[in-house]
């Protein structure tokens, strides 16, 4: 089955202790990217990456780091989380236009 | 002012009413644009593409007008399960790659 998954699915963590979120794709799509999605703010993309050891830097890419050692996964790394990074995260993977979903991280920083 | 921009409603409509949403784009550069939808707490999913001519996918109808840079989503004879949050999506290929969220219009559909 064609899917992104995503782990933890929930994560409940103190300020300052790093964390990754892992993500990984079997469709072998050369575009990932992650997104956070706040109440009344959208989807804002974090990073992306257009392939193998390609990233750039999303609309809101502070306190984030990311990784794309191989085309299936893409992991979002915070290495100093902070109470205004809870927020409920996904990451995607894309063939075109079309974008397939993970089925979310929902983060807290307490 | 946002780049993408919806109504956030929430549309409550009647299960059998047609219901139309729009959205409005900024950028000119922007080249391919998409609806999603979007269920509560879950990941959001393709509904349909956008064409320049329009296109219809059952119940559900698109158009673009590029001139003054707006798109629609058009739904007859709602379902209850049409109840969700629609997001209309635009990409664009500048000196970026990417996709551009609006945050959604909330449809509920009652019986």
């Known amino acids: 089955e064609a899917q992104v998954t995503q782990n933890p699915r929930y994560l409940i963590t103190v300020t300052g202790k790093k964390l990754t979120v892992t993500c990984s794709q079997n469709?072998?799509?050369?575009?990932m990217s992650w997104y956070r999605q706040d109440p009344g703010l959208g989807l804002r993309q974090i990073y992306y990456s257009m392939n193998v050891e390609v990233t750039d830097k999303g609309d809101v890419p502070e306190g984030y780091k990311v990784s794309r050692k191989e085309k299936r996964n893409f992991p979002l790394i915070l290495e100093s989380p902070s109470p205004n990074q809870t927020s409920l995260y996904f990451c995607?993977?894309?063939?075109?236009?079309?974008?397939?979903f993970g089925p979310g991280t929902r983060l807290t920083v307490l | 002012r946002k780049e993408v921009e919806q109504d956030p409603g929430p549309f409550n409509v009647p299960e059998g009413a047609t219901v139309a949403f729009n959205c409005t784009y900024s950028?000119?550069?922007?080249?391919?644009f998409f609806w999603y939808r979007q269920d509560c707490r879950k990941e959001p999913k393709l509904l349909m593409s956008?064409?320049?001519s329009g296109n219809e996918d059952g119940r559900f109808t698109a158009q673009l007008n590029r001139a003054s840079q707006y798109i629609s989503l058009l739904i007859r004879d709602s379902k209850l399960s049409d109840s969700a949050t629609y997001l209309c999506v635009v990409f664009r290929m500048d000196s970026s790659y990417k996709l551009i969220f609006g945050s959604g219009t909330r449809l509920l559909v009652r019986p």
């Open positions: 950028n000119s550069a922007s080249q391919s």
């Open positions: 469709m072998n799509h050369e575009y």
């Open positions: 956008v064409y320049s």
């Open positions: 995607a993977s894309s063939l075109g236009g079309e974008q397939f």
